[in-house]
């Protein structure tokens, strides 16, 4: 699937998780309203939208979805997380798929056996140093970005005010201990194009993240491709 996004690459970490940015539902959303850059009705949207999917999920097995995390940003949904089984992916794809808001959909579920607590609280733990750097940096506004960890892999979406904020961001990312590879699925505000920019591996010092060249890929090229 080809997604029609624009997308950096970064890496990052604090303690405000996706996971926990989703489940602050509708009223979470309104009460940050205020301080992003999308709309009331934007951020009303995308929490419903994270939920109506999670609960479809749940609906259809509890024991095949459980460990599949679902966030959602201006109508691009990202599903990550692990099943057991290759049709569990597709199908979990073709859930989402189904709600009204879902423009487009990114499926980064593994297929894999279960981390278990400690794997999950580490993920925990660099969601939410990736949230620190991104609040701690005044040219970053970090509430236009939601943050998702799984396996060491932290995926990066919202909205950025320019390709130079973008750009930030990732180098901010790129220091972050623990963060094996990050991926952004993030809107440039006032992209035209709006198409998605190669992954990176984390490195343990800081190097500057190279001027990205946009063109469309696919998913495999999007994870294929590091700097």
């Known amino acids: 699937m080809t997604l029609r996004l624009a997308a950096v690459a970064l890496a990052l970490a604090f303690p405000l998780s996706g996971c926990a940015v ?3 539902g509708a009223a979470g959303a309104v009460g940050v309203t205020a301080v992003q ?5 934007e951020a009303l949207d995308d929490a419903t939208t994270s939920n109506e ?3 479809k999920l749940l609906s259809e097995s509890a024991n095949r979805f459980g460990e599949v995390d679902v966030e959602v940003a201006g109508g691009l949904v990202l599903l990550s997380g692990r099943v057991d089984d290759p049709t569990d992916r597709v199908e979990a794809e073709g859930i989402a798929w189904t709600s009204s808001r879902a423009h487009d959909v990114a499926n980064e579920i593994k297929i894999e056996p279960a981390g278990g607590f ?3 609280m580490s993920d925990e733990l660099i969601t939410g140093r990736v949230r620190a750097r991104l ?9 236009n970005y939601n943050v998702e ?3 060491g892999v932290v ?9 130079e904020e973008l750009k930030q961001a990732a180098e901010e990312a790129s220091v972050v201990g623990g963060v094996r590879q990050v991926v952004s699925y993030v809107r440039i505000r006032g992209d035209a194009q709006n198409q998605p920019a ?3 591996q984390a490195t343990p010092s800081y190097n500057p993240v190279p001027d990205a060249t946009y063109g469309t890929q696919t998913d495999a090229e999007l994870l294929g491709v590091s700097y």
Do not use: C, E, H, Q
């Open 37 to 41: 850059d999308k709309t009331m009705g």
């Open 118 to 120: 400690l794997a999950n």
């Open 198 to 200: 190669p992954t990176t």
């Open 155 to 163: 995926y990066l979406m919202g909205t950025a005010r320019t390709a």
């Open 53 to 55: 999917i999670k609960a």
């Open 149 to 151: 960890t799984y396996d």
């Open 22 to 24: 989703a489940a602050l």
């Open 135 to 143: 609040v701690g940096s005044s040219k970053v506004k970090s509430l």
